[in-house]
Structures are given as C-alpha cells and as structure tokens.
C-alpha cells in the first residue's frame, strides 16, 4: 500500500507500479512490445554510435605513433598533433559514456548491493537515475551548452601556438551528456519493466564476444574439423 502510493507520487503510475491488481499490463494501454520498443531505439542509437566512436581510439594511437616518428626522425612537431590525440580521447570517454551504461560497465562498488536482492538492487538503480543521474546530465548541459555555443560564434582556437579551433572538442560535451541521458531513460524503462515482470533483468550483463575470442574459436573448430 505504501508502495503504491509512494509510485502515485512519483507518477509510475503510468508504468503500473503500485497497481498489483495487473501485474503483466501497464496501465494507459501501453504494451509490452511498446515499451521494449521504446528502450531498444535508444539502446540501438548508442551501440551504434559506440561502435564507431572506438575507432578514434585506432586513429589517436596512429597520430601518437606518427608524431612520435616525426619528432625523433626529422626534428619536426607540431601541437596540433598533440591537440588532435586529446579531442579523441574526449570523443571516446564522451561519446560513448552512453554505450558503457548500456552494457552495464560503469564501475560498481557492490559492497553493500551486493547483499541485496536483484528487486532491491533495481530500485535503488531507479532512485539513483532519478535523483542523481538526471539531475547532473540537466545540470551539465545547462552549463555545457553556453560554452560551447560562445566557443561557436566566437571562433575560439587554441592558445598553443599551431593549435586547433576549440568548440569542435567543446560540442562533445553535450552531445556526450545528451547520449548519455538517453541511455538514462531507456535504462529506467527496463528497470520499471523488470520490476512489473514486462522486462528481462537489466543488471545481467550483455556478453559480446572480442575479437580474440572469436578467434579462439574458430581455431577449436578447425582443430576439431582436422582432427
């Protein structure tokens, strides 16, 4: 009862929290399929963002590498090499802050969690993206985007001599945040579901297969096809 009407507070009302009388529906006519739906679009948009942004880890290596090169061989540098490597790395951590929220990777210190049950640990992930993951994503794009927006019309460059133009680097900010927030909200909508019995359980890890792994793999199976 308390819980019910803790959820009409907060309006999950809409989800069908609370309401133990339809524990498979969800109030409002919204469906199962819908709200899968919902998350899955989200979910897709920052694995495929991820995806391609992991490349600019490649491309800053081979500038490192280069700059490296270049400076010991011929005497020659430039901090526009330096520059470009820190705007990638920006880009990686930015960009695909969303993505490792999808794939539950954030670093977790489950001391106490950990003694929890998965419904307890769920509500307290929902509490936290409510009360602190939204409000620092709003809170950080209301300060970001001014900044960026300045560094825009102004044409703002770096002070280092032979440095790059600044508000490409400043635009990550909330273009990683709004990714990011996004992901929030696919991720409280699994949770919502998970704890109305619509949804799989969003804390178990989604395992994909590296590269090596893969690799490993298809030597077993040209072992065992030779054998």
């Known amino acids: 009862e308390e ?15 609370g309401d133990h009388s339809q524990s498979l529906k969800i109030a409002n006519g ?6 899968r739906k919902q998350w899955k679009e989200i979910d897709a948009l920052n694995e495929r963002i ?16 280069t700059n490296a090169i270049v400076r010991k061989a011929f005497d020659m540098s430039s901090n526009a090499f330096l520059e470009i490597q820190w705007y990638l790395f920006s880009a990686v951590f930015l960009l695909c802050a969303g993505w ?13 969690l950990g003694r929890f049950s998965r419904r307890a640990h769920t509500w307290v992930d929902v509490f936290g993206t409510l009360f602190f993951l939204f409000p620092m994503v709003a809170l950080i794009l209301y300060e970001s985007w001014p900044w960026f927006t300045r560094a825009f019309a102004s044409g703002e460059i770096s002070g280092s001599a032979g440095g790059l133009i600044l508000w490409p680097a400043k635009a990550l900010v909330p273009a990683g945040f709004v990714l990011l927030g996004l992901q929030g909200v696919s991720e409280l909508i699994k949770r919502i579901a998970f704890l109305r019995g619509l949804g799989p359980d969003p804390l178990d890890k989604v395992h994909v297969k590296s ?10 199976k040209q072992r065992g096809e030779a054998a």
Request: charged share 20%; no cysteine; aromatic share 6%.
């Open 211 to 220: 590269a090596e792994e893969e690799l490993a793999e298809e030597i077993l």
């Open 50 to 65: 991820g995806r391609a942004v992991t490349w600019l880890v490649l491309a800053a290596v081979v500038i490192s590498a």
């Open 100 to 112: 490792t929220l999808l794939r539950n990777e954030h670093i977790r210190i489950d001391v106490v």
């Open 3 to 17: 819980m019910a009407l803790a959820a009409k507070k907060l309006g999950w009302e809409y989800f069908g929290i």
């Open 30 to 35: 919204l469906s199962p399929a819908s709200v």
